[in-house]
Structure formats: C-alpha cells, structure tokens
T-cell receptor, first 115, second 111 residues
Framework: DVKVTQSSRYLVKRTGEKVFLECVQD?????MFWYRQDPGLGLRLIYFSYDVKMKEKGDIPEGYSVSREKKERFSLILESASTNQTSMYLC??????????????FGPGTRLTVL | GIQVEQSPPDLILQEGANSTLRCNFS?????LQWFHQNPWGQLINLFYIPSGTKQNGRLSATTVATERYSLLYISSSQTTDSGVYFCAVVFSSGSARQLTFGSGTQLTVLP
C-alpha cells in the first residue's frame, strides 16, 4: 500500500516563528503536493513538485516556500508564521506522471495553530 | 470558469438507507477521484474513475465523461460512512495537472 506520512498531526506555533512541515512517501512517486484545507474554502493547492529540486507555485503560495532535496521528502516552510496560516495542511503524492494513471494519495494531515 | 460542483452539500440518512452523491465538472478531465474524509481529517481514496463504473463493497461509482458528471453510490449505509465525501478532478486543459476539489458532501448516518 502507498504510504504518505506527515511529521506531526497537531502543531502549535507562535506568530513570527519559522515552521517546517515534513512529508514523506514510500512509493517512489515523482510528484508531491501541499494543500491547505479551510472551512468554506475547501482544499487549495499551495505548492507542488514534479521531481527532486523542482517546485511550482499552486493557487495560494504567498507566505510559503518548499524544499524537495530527496525524492521521498517534500517540506513546506512557513518563513514567518501568521495567524491566518492556522489551517489543516495535507500532503499528497502521485504515481509517475503518465496520462494513463495518476491517482493521488494523501497523508493524514497536520493541524497547525498559530497563536 | 473551471469548476467542480458537488450535490447535495449535506445529507442525513438513517442507517441502512441508500444514497447517491453527484459531482458535476465543467470541462473534460484526465482524472477523477472520490475521497472520504474521516473525522480525523484523513482523505481516504475511494475510487480512481475518470470514466466507467467501479464497485468496492457497498460503494460504487460511475463517471460519464462525455456528460461531465460522476455519481457515488452508497448502499446499506453505516454510521462509519459518516464524514465528508469529495470529488476531485484533473482537467485535461490544465497545465499543472493538479487536482481541483469540489466543496464536498457532508454525510451523516444516524443509528
């Protein structure tokens, strides 16, 4: 089975702190994604990565950066956390990018609270 | 604009009842997935179904790509089926190949 893990289920940080959210997948997937989920707004894509050291902005990249140094790991970084970044963060990965089959798999999520 | 619309937004059922959830999408798609989000927030993959019909136990799904909709059927519902059901697509015209999610159907199954 595909397994996507995230470093924390719950995280509480203070405004201005630098925050790292880690995601690891064990299926050699090339593509990885970070979403945030907020009530009434659904899931929105923050950043994604097609391969190691590659990254592209999603719909709401402001205030975030990412790092993909190894294929299995995709990190989301909040350079200076703010209260409006309190949210549920979901990581996902996907099979090598073919048009025949590209099912996406999600991690358990990290509930981040910024005080 | 490009959209994914789910209906109904909320559904309350008695245990044992059947239900149909609908997903309409505004353009042709390469990928369509149905997810169940459990109370802990985990998105569980139910179906990968860009076209055709699939069944998995009490759940089945049908996507009619030419008419731009997909249906998720839940039969003999159980309280553990409660949660939010999301439809998500990758539009053929999209450059990013990212999933676009619908707003979800909140299902509550009462004992």
């Amino acid at each position: 089975d595909v397994k996507v893990t995230q470093s924390s289920r719950y995280l509480v940080k203070r405004t201005g702190e630098k925050v790292f959210l880690e995601c690891v997948q064990d299926m050699d997937h090339e593509n990885m994604f970070w979403y945030r989920q907020d009530p009434g707004l659904g899931l929105r894509l923050i950043y994604f990565s097609y391969d190691v050291k590659m990254k592209e902005k999603g719909d709401i990249p402001e205030g975030y950066s990412v790092s993909r140094e190894k294929k299995e790991r995709f990190s989301l970084i909040l350079e200076s956390a703010s209260t409006n970044q309190t949210s549920m963060y979901l990581c996902a990965s996907r099979n090598p990018d073919t048009r025949l089959y590209n099912e996406q798999f999600f991690g358990p999520g990290t509930r981040l609270t910024v005080l | 604009g490009i959209q994914v619309e789910q209906s109904p937004p909320d559904l309350i059922l008695q245990e044992g009842a059947n239900s149909t959830l609908r997903c309409n999408f505004s353009d042709s798609v390469n990928n369509l997935q149905w997810f169940h989000q459990n109370p802990w927030g985990q998105l569980i993959n139910l179906f990968y179904i860009p076209s055709g019909t699939k069944q998995n136990g009490r759940l089945s799904a049908t996507t009619v790509a030419t008419e731009r909709y997909s249906l998720l059927y839940i039969s003999s519902s159980q309280t553990t089926d409660s949660g939010v059901y999301f439809c998500a697509v990758v539009f053929s015209s999209g450059s990013a190949r990212q999933l676009t999610f619908g707003s979800g159907t909140q299902l509550t199954v009462l004992p």
